[in-house]
């Protein structure tokens, strides 16, 4: 059985850290807490490791993971571009529950799934996975579920479903609000001469916040798309 440990007890910390570190660093899975839901990780520049979080959630290809970074200097060295409105949500919301689609830097080796040339980023603001991102670099992170199953919001909901698939449990108690990232298409952003952000997944961030940043670089509500 994997192990869970609890990230609350400071004796738990230094082991689970360092069996977490190995974990991904043979290309085995690690399930850690962050401030939106728990999200299962793998080494985002091991093939291998990532095709192993898809198979683990019983997903395809055609659903990439997301990217979680330890912060905004490691979004720069993966993405092509990052326009001067992306700089303005990283400061906003980052660390936090957003996660920012944007085109990848072609020259980057990795293989996360059929992303189109994309990648999505996020920094999450949890003190473990900020200290596990610190040791490892960039991890390939999806929630840590089932696809199709309700997002875990404890270690143990998700060792539930994803048992043995997972070298290391990391805990840190419930999610405190078990609330998925915003998802944002910001490839609308470049060399487009009518730039808007769009919404892939409405969560954490509400979109009257995002407004807040963007003004109307941010697509219209779908109500207000609605009654136009």
């Not at 869970?4 to 660093?25: S, T």
């Not at 900020?130 to 490892?136: F, N």
Request: glycine share 10%; charged share 25%; net charge negative.
């Amino acid at each position: 059985m994997s192990p869970i440990f609890d990230c609350r007890d400071e004796a738990q910390v230094l082991a689970g850290m360092r069996q977490a570190r190995q974990a991904i660093a043979r290309g085995e899975l690690v399930v850690l807490p962050t401030d939106t839901v728990y999200g299962v990780a793998a080494d985002a520049f091991d093939a291998a490791a990532v095709q192993r979080l898809l198979d683990a959630k019983g997903r395809g290809r055609d659903m990439p993971p997301p990217v979680l970074v330890a912060g905004a200097n490691t979004l720069r060295a993966l993405v092509a571009e990052v326009p001067e409105a992306v700089e303005r949500l990283v400061e906003a919301f980052w660390p936090g529950g957003l996660t920012i689609v944007l085109p990848a830097l072609p020259t980057l080796s990795w293989d996360l799934g059929e992303t189109r040339g994309t990648v999505a980023v996020r920094m999450p603001a949890h003190r473990i996975a900020l200290e596990l991102l610190e040791e490892t670099g960039p991890l390939a992170v999806s929630s840590a579920n089932l696809s199709g199953k309700a997002a875990a919001v404890t270690a143990e909901d998700a060792e539930g479903m994803l048992g043995e698939s997972v070298a290391v449990y990391l805990g840190d108690g419930p999610s405190a609000d078990g609330i998925a990232s915003t998802i944002i298409d910001a490839t609308g952003l470049i060399a487009s001469d009518e730039p808007v952000v769009r919404v892939l997944r409405d969560g954490a961030i509400s979109r009257e916040r995002l407004r807040g940043v963007l003004g109307d670089l941010l697509e219209a509500d779908p109500e207000d798309a609605e009654s136009t």
